[in-house]
C-alpha cells in the first residue's frame, strides 16, 4: 500500500503571496489530519478532516484553511503569507475516526519557506 | 512564549547498548499514547502504541511502559543499531467537541547511536 504522499515536497514563497498544499492519504483512510512543524513550537495540530467535513481546528489564524475531497485528498492553504508560517507542514491519515488500532500515518511533508 | 529553536534532550549511546528515553505527558485524561521516530527529511512514523489500561507493551526491540500515577512514558529500545538514529516523539490522544482527535505532541529526544 503506498503511503501518504504530499506534494510538493518544498516550497518557497514571499510574503503577502498564498500556497496551497496537497496531500493524499493512504488508500482506504477517511481520516486526514494537518500538523506544522517549527525548530520554536514544535508539532502542532492544525485540522482534521473526515469524510469532507472538518471536524476540528487548533489554535491557528483563519488564515489557514483546508478542504477535503470525496475520494479523501486533502489540501491545506494558507493566505497572507508571514515570514513565521515557514516550516514543515504534516498531513497524516487514518482509517477511522479513532487512532485506536489505527494510528496516524505521516507523510514526509512539505517545506515551506516564506521569504 | 519566546520563540527559539527547540533545545531538543540528547541521548548518544553505542551500537548494541539499550536505549532508553522517557516523555512526560499532560493530561491526565488521555487514554492512548503512541511513540514515534523522525528521520531526517522525513515525517514521523509510528513505532508502538499503547492504551492506559496497559502498563507495558513490547513490539520488535522496543518497549513501551506507562506510568500514569506520575504521567510518564519510556520507550525502550533493544540492541540499539545505527539505524536508531533519530529524534522521538512521544504523543498523546486528546479527543475534541465533535468526535475528534488530535495528537498532543512532546517536544522529541535526539538519539544518536554511535558505531
Known amino acids: 500500500k503506498a503511503g501518504v504522499t504530499q506534494t510538493p515536497r518544498y516550497l518557497i514563497k514571499t510574503r503577502g503571496q498564498q500556497v496551497t498544499l496537497s496531500c493524499s492519504p493512504i488508500s482506504g483512510h477517511r481520516s486526514v489530519s494537518w500538523y506544522q512543524q517549527t525548530p520554536g513550537q514544535g508539532l502542532q495540530f492544525l485540522f482534521e478532516y473526515f469524510s469532507e467535513t472538518q471536524r476540528n481546528k487548533g489554535n491557528f489564524p483563519g488564515r489557514f484553511s483546508g478542504r477535503q475531497f470525496s475520494n479523501s485528498r486533502s489540501e491545506m492553504n494558507v493566505s497572507t503569507l508571514e515570514l513565521g508560517d515557514s516550516a514543515l507542514y504534516l498531513c497524516?491519515?487514518?482509517?477511522?475516526?479513532?487512532?485506536?488500532?489505527?494510528?496516524?500515518?505521516f507523510g514526509n511533508g512539505t517545506r515551506l519557506t516564506v521569504t | 512564549g519566546e520563540s527559539v529553536g527547540l533545545h531538543l534532550p540528547t541521548l548518544s549511546v553505542q551500537e548494541g547498548d539499550n536505549s532508553i528515553i522517557n516523555c512526560a505527558y499532560s493530561n491526565s485524561a488521555s487514554d492512548y499514547f503512541i511513540w514515534y521516530k523522525q528521520e531526517s527529511g522525513k515525517g514521523p512514523q509510528f513505532i508502538i502504541d499503547?492504551?492506559?489500561?496497559?502498563d507495558k507493551r513490547q513490539g520488535q526491540r522496543v518497549t513501551v511502559l506507562l506510568n500514569k500515577t506520575v504521567k510518564h512514558l519510556s520507550l525502550q529500545i533493544a540492541a540499539t543499531q545505527p539505524g536508531d538514529s533519530a529524534v522521538y516523539f512521544c504523543?498523546?490522544?486528546?479527543?475534541?467537541?465533535?468526535?475528534?482527535?488530535?495528537?498532543?505532541f512532546g517536544k522529541g529526544t535526539k538519539l544518536t547511536v554511535n558505531p
Open positions: 497524516a491519515s487514518k482509517q477511522g475516526a479513532s487512532s485506536y488500532n489505527s494510528p496516524l500515518h
Open positions: 504523543a498523546e490522544s486528546n479527543f475534541l467537541q465533535g468526535g475528534s482527535e488530535k495528537l498532543v
Open positions: 499503547i492504551r492506559s489500561n496497559m
